[in-house]
């Protein structure tokens, strides 16, 4: 019975040991895919920097957008966006409120802040402040943004811009 137990509790301490070290190692990827998507959105959307778009995104990235039956994809469309974005929103900000990470997935809710002072879309410039919300989910690839389904308040958008929906 003694012999029992004591196999019992080096079982229970080896699963014990097993569980542990993957914790480092689980957490640090989780924690890798959440700095690759808040370095897209602080080093590459708020600061501007597109040249970063090559080390954070695969360059067969596609983009879904909820309500757009378009997907989207590529690097070079990706670094136009965001210059054709903050020309127009020159003091953008994308603020990331909730960031959780699972798997290969890293789901944002942020908001998006900025003053309409340059063309968008064909839409003149309104001086307008917008703040407006966005929901993500970004898939990871090999440490790299490889797909984004996005849903965003273009609505409220429209509406901050003065514009009809």
Known sequence: MHLRKLHLVVLLAAALMVVVACQPNCTSDLERNKLTVQRAYEEVWNQGNVDLVDELVMPDYTRHEIGDPEDTGGIEPFKASVVAIRAAFP??????????????????????????????????????????????????QDGKIAEIWRMGDMTGFMQQLGLPE
């Open 91 to 140: 003091d953008l900000e994308l603020i990331i409120e909730d960031i959780v990470a699972e798997g290969d997935r890293v789901a944002t809710r942020s908001r998006f802040t900025g003053t309409h002072q340059g063309e968008l879309m064909g839409i003149p410039a309104t001086n307008r402040r917008v703040d407006v919300t966005a929901f993500e989910i970004v898939r990871i």
